[in-house]
């Protein structure tokens, strides 16, 4: 079987690609615009989930679609709300459009955003809600929660099964972007302020990448992930903002300062995810703690700086 990954050069993409290939033929189509470097041992083509062409040879022969392809970041999506919306709504039609009739699957990476401003031990039945118009930070998750409709709207009429994953803050070695984690241990390594924005009070669940990637391969050709939405997160590794940048400083052993400064978005207060659904259903239970997580981290990033 091949699997096709779109945006699959990219962190999650790209751990989910070295997995795979050990199973599958894996092919990963992404435009590198961040200069990653793609896994080895999976066909590569580089091109633009917004372009026909591309798409169109990208999905010859392709069993599973998984698509993760799109904007994302805060800050990113502040800065750039109509590009996040053209990429994420348009470009997630345009991956259904072009999908070949042999397509057994599609796996969408959606966001743990759709729960909005509020979400502790959030499940997968919970309304979604977005903020006003004119609060960019929204954006991203309008585009998101579209996304999700159309997936369902597309499988439903062409009888395709279809697996939607929310992702809660996912972290670990090869995290580009703009993770809190990454950059606070970035920081802390290279002796710089860690900076964080607000008041430090707001709490995240914090998911190892392995974990997510466990709970996503647990999806790939299993039944009991048909036409199914599942958090993907690790609700017993939470921590608030400045907890989590003083724990870096330790783990670390930095002397670096911690920096305040205003945020310019809305906040999320509290974000943690009830993964009850996918221990039923998948058999799967996050494994990795958040000091273990932070440490394994730490050394990696710490190996390539040296």
């Known amino acids: 079987m091949r699997v096709l990954i779109t945006g699959g050069a990219g962190f999650i993409g790209s751990a989910l690609a070295k997995a795979l290939r050990s199973i599958y033929d894996v092919r990963i189509l992404d435009d590198f615009h961040r200069g990653q470097t793609p896994p080895d041992g999976v066909e590569v083509m580089q091109g633009n989930i917004l372009e026909w062409r591309g798409l169109g040879w990208a999905m010859r022969d392709v ?131 860690l900076t964080v924005h607000g008041d430090g009070t707001p709490i995240r669940s914090w998911c190892y990448i392995s974990d997510c990637v466990d709970t996503v391969m647990a999806c790939v050709d299993n039944p009991k992930a048909d036409d199914q939405i599942f958090n993907v997160g ?37 974000r943690v995810p009830d993964v009850s659904k996918s221990i039923l259903l998948l058999g799967n239970t996050p494994k990795v703690g958040l000091e273990d997580g932070l440490t394994w981290t730490i050394e990696a990033m710490r190996s390539c700086a040296s």
């Open 63 to 193: 069993d599973i679609v998984i698509h993760a392809a799109a904007i994302a970041g805060v800050g990113t999506v502040v800065n750039n709300p109509y590009r996040t919306l053209k990429v994420n709504m348009t470009g997630t039609q345009m991956v259904l459009d072009a999908m070949s009739t042999c397509a057994k699957q599609v796996i969408y990476f959606s966001t743990s955003e759709v729960y909005g401003p509020r979400c502790y031990k959030a499940s997968e039945d919970d309304v979604t809600t977005q903020g006003p118009i004119g609060q960019p930070r929204w954006v991203y998750a309008t585009s998101k929660i579209a996304g999700e409709h159309l997936v369902h709207g597309y499988c439903v009429e062409a009888d395709i099964p279809y697996t939607i994953i929310r992702p809660f803050n996912v972290y670990g070695p090869g995290q580009i972007g703009e993770g809190a984690i990454h950059w606070f241990v970035k920081n802390a390594l290279a002796g710089k302020p």
């Open 234 to 270: 690790n609700p017993y590794a939470t921590m608030s903002t400045l907890n989590l940048a003083e724990t870096v400083l330790r783990l670390t052993g930095s002397s670096s300062e911690i920096q305040f400064a205003e945020i310019a978005y809305p906040e999320i207060d509290i």
